[in-house]
């Protein structure tokens, strides 16, 4: 389990998943790459420079026609999930926030 900001891929992701996030919509980097190799869940820490963020804006983007299943995590507690299967999701978390409904 990471501490501070993390995305974890979870399984049953089918598609590549790239991975950016920073302090807003304009305002951030791709920074991670996740391509399925054996269905297992794949944690990714935030860069150290996002870990003091908060909120942060975080976008998961498949170039396929694939579902992904994603969690963005603060000290391992499931703050966002991400459930879609084509082009990209984003949102702006709060460390303060929960979601019930990550799958990882």
Request: include cysteine; proline fraction near 7%; glycine fraction near 10%.
């Amino acid at each position: 389990m990471a501490n501070g900001w993390s995305v974890t891929i979870c399984p049953g992701s089918a598609g590549r998943v790239v991975i950016q996030s920073g302090p807003s919509h304009d305002n951030n980097e791709v920074w991670a790459e996740w391509k399925p190799l054996d269905g297992a869940p794949k944690e990714f820490r935030m860069p150290d420079n996002q870990q003091g963020l908060d909120p942060i804006y975080v976008q998961l983007n498949t170039p396929e026609d694939e579902q992904i299943h994603a969690c963005v995590k603060y000290d391992g507690v499931a703050c966002k999930h991400f459930d879609f299967d084509e082009g990209n999701e984003n949102h702006d978390i709060r460390r303060g926030d929960r979601d019930g409904d990550c799958r990882c």
